[in-house]
Every structure is written in structure tokens, then in C-alpha cells.
């Protein structure tokens, strides 16, 4: 069964202060991996699709990184409002077609 | 113009009544989707239709039935509330279920007392 683990659990930083969150996962056929920022009390909002290792999405201040057991998000000089809990997940190659997430990390950025 | 949005947003019952979440998204997109999240933040797939048609239902006791009257409306209607089925719904759509870009409405809170 496909599985995604996620760490730190939290994270605080200080407003302008650079760090990664990390997604491991375990899958048969990487579909695709995918991540997602959620804010309190909303829904998941996605942010980028990684296909294979070596590859790289960027937005903002936020970079996703791939490699064949892992994916990172980093940020970079980050602000209050990119506080929030940042979901991964991942598809399968085979099986149906659903997404399996991480428990994700909360992260907080202190002004 | 929400794109996915669920109603009610907060449903408080008692343990053994039924109850209905719906929900609609107006981004013509052709597949839908029920996730459950429960207190720990964990998202978990119940069903997915693809233009009315059930394409995943994931282990999920059959007190909770999908209706999908038509491609932009997808509801869960929930029989004999349990205490665990305290979570927080969330209705996602997109484009075709072989992507893994969803778009969730805001999520419909249920507390079963």
C-alpha cells in the first residue's frame, strides 16, 4: 500500500529564516507526487506536480524538489502568510486513481 | 463564483440520525471526489465519481452513500451517525482522475454527540 510520511510534524521560523519540509513515500510506480498548502479551516489548495526524480517546481518563495524515495518543499525567506499546513501526496501507477496524503507539517513564521 | 462549495458548513447531531452534505462545483470539471479528514489532519479518499459514475470507493462502511444526480453535484448522505464520524468532509473536483490537481470546497465540519 502507498504510504507518505511527512516531517517535522511543526515548524516555526522566524520571519526571513530559509528551511525545508520533508515528504517521504512509498509507492509502486510513482504516478506523479503532488503538494498542497492548507489554511485553518479551509480546504487544501494544490501547488505543484512533480513527475520524476531530478525534477523542480518553483513558486514564490516556495521550491519542490524530487528524488526517488523523497520530495522536499523548501522556503526561502519566508513570511507570516506562508504560514500554513503544507500537504503531500502521492499516485500510483497502478491500482485506482486515488491520492494518498501525509498527515502534512504545520508550519508558523513568527513577524 | 465559488468554485466548489458544500453546504452546510457545520453540522452538530446526535449519535444514530442521518445526515446530508452537498455539494457543487461549477468548474465543468468532470470527477468528484469525498475525502474525510479527521483530527489529526489525515486525508483519506471515500468515493470518487466521474461523470455520475462511482469510480472509487474506498473501504467506507455502507451507512455513507454518494449521489451524484449529475456531473456538477456530488452529495454524501450518512446514516446512523457514530461517534467517529466526527470529521471534518471535504468535496474536491478536477479536470480527469488520472491528475492529481484537485480543487477542495472549504469543508463541512460534523460533530456527533
Known amino acids: 500500500e502507498d504510504q507518505v510520511t511527512q516531517s517535522p510534524e511543526a515548524l516555526r521560523l522566524q520571519e526571513g529564516e530559509s528551511s525545508s519540509l520533508n515528504c517521504s513515500y512509498t509507492?509502486?510506480?510513482?504516478?506523479?507526487l503532488f503538494w498542497y498548502r492548507q489554511d485553518p479551516g479551509k480546504g487544501p489548495e494544490f501547488l505543484f506536480t512533480?513527475?520524476?526524480a531530478g525534477e523542480e517546481k518553483e513558486k514564490e518563495r516556495l521550491k519542490a524538489t524530487l528524488t526517488k524515495k523523497e520530495s522536499f518543499l523548501h522556503i526561502t525567506a519566508p513570511k507570516p502568510e506562508d504560514s500554513a499546513t503544507y500537504l503531500c501526496?502521492?499516485?500510483?501507477?497502478?491500482?485506482?486513481?486515488?491520492?494518498?496524503f501525509g498527515t502534512g507539517t504545520r508550519l508558523t513564521i513568527i513577524p | 463564483d465559488t468554485a466548489v462549495s458544500q453546504t452546510p458548513k457545520y453540522l452538530v447531531t446526535q449519535m444514530g440520525n442521518d445526515k446530508s452534505i452537498k455539494c457543487e462545483q461549477n468548474?465543468?470539471?468532470?470527477?468528484m471526489y469525498w475525502y474525510k479528514q479527521d483530527s489529526k489532519k489525515f486525508l483519506k479518499i471515500m468515493f470518487s465519481?466521474?461523470?455520475?459514475?462511482?469510480?472509487i470507493n474506498e473501504t467506507v462502511p455502507n451507512r455513507f452513500s454518494p449521489k451524484s444526480p449529475d456531473k456538477a453535484h456530488l452529495n454524501l448522505h450518512i446514516n446512523s451517525l457514530e461517534l467517529g464520524d466526527s470529521a471534518v468532509y471535504f468535496c474536491?473536483?478536477?479536470?480527469?482522475?488520472?491528475?492529481?490537481?484537485?480543487?477542495f470546497g472549504e469543508g463541512s465540519r460534523l460533530t456527533v454527540l
Open positions: 509507492v509502486s510506480g510513482l504516478r506523479g
Open positions: 474536491a473536483s478536477s479536470p480527469d482522475p488520472g491528475t492529481g490537481e484537485l480543487f
Open positions: 468548474l465543468g470539471h468532470d470527477t
Open positions: 501526496a502521492v499516485k500510483s501507477n497502478f491500482g485506482n486513481e486515488k491520492l494518498t
Open positions: 465519481y466521474n461523470n455520475k459514475e462511482l469510480i
Open positions: 512533480l513527475y520524476s
